[in-house]
């Protein structure tokens, strides 16, 4: 089955303490990226690669990092979590990079930073 | 920046009610995509408009794509509770590079 795979799907951490969120797509996309999700302000995109070992920063990359060794993973770090990054982190994926082609998403990881 | 605005931002309807979005932006785009997130779930793709006017059904959605390609509408007609969720824009920038997202519309059914 085609699809975009995410975890975990839910963490609760403190202040400071390392995390990795991973993202793996079995669809041999070229193209992922990583939104964040909060109420009021809709999908907001943290990071992008258009293929392996090319990434750039989204909209809200500030506090993030990625890395795309693999043309299937794409897993998001945060090094030193804060409280304003608690949010819906959603992984998507499309074949080609470009807007013209649909975005298949992960099912998220709700991220809870204490 | 560019922006794509998207209203209402909430609407509540009977079951059996119409139900419209609108999605405006500042400049013309390339293509606009509509998703839909249920409660709990995650966007998943619906359709896609490309051409200026472009009008495209699925079974009781209508979607709509202006004619000076800055607007874009999604009409469901005689809703069911199965609707519920949120519905978001998303328009192709002209270097057809990035995606801008609406902020979404959020549909309650009652029953």
């Known amino acids: 089955e085609a699809q975009v795979t995410q975890n975990p799907r839910y963490l609760i951490t403190v202040t400071g303490k390392k995390l990795t969120v991973t993202c793996s797509q079995n669809?041999?996309?070229?193209?992922m990226s990583w939104y964040r999700q909060d109420p009021g302000l809709g999908l907001r995109q943290i990071y992008y690669s258009m293929n392996v070992e090319v990434t750039d920063k989204g909209d809200v990359p500030e506090g993030y990092k990625v890395s795309r060794k693999e043309k299937r993973n794409f897993p998001l770090i945060l090094e030193s979590p804060s409280p304003n990054q608690t949010s819906l982190y959603f992984c998507?994926?499309?074949?080609?990079?470009?807007?013209?082609?649909?975005?298949?998403f992960g099912p998220g990881t709700r991220l809870t930073v204490l | 920046g560019q922006q794509v605005m998207q209203i209402p931002q909430y609407q509540h309807v009977q079951e059996g009610e119409d139900f419209t979005t609108y999605c405006n932006s500042s400049?013309?785009?390339?293509?606009i995509q509509w998703y839909k997130q249920r409660p709990g779930g995650h966007p998943v793709f619906l359709i896609q408009?490309?051409?200026s006017g472009e009008v495209k059904k699925q079974k009781r959605l209508t979607f709509q794509f202006g004619e000076a390609k800055k607007n874009s509408s999604l009409h469901i007609t005689a809703t069911q509770t199965t609707d519920v969720g949120t519905y978001f824009c998303?328009?192709?920038?002209?270097?057809?590079?990035?995606?801008?997202w609406g902020l979404g519309t959020s549909l309650a059914v009652n029953p």
């Open positions: 998507a994926s499309t074949l080609l990079a470009g807007a013209r082609n649909e975005q298949f």
């Open positions: 408009l490309v051409k």
């Open positions: 998303a328009g192709g920038t002209g270097n057809n590079r990035k995606l801008i």
């Open positions: 669809m041999n996309h070229e193209y």
């Open positions: 400049t013309t785009l390339s293509n």
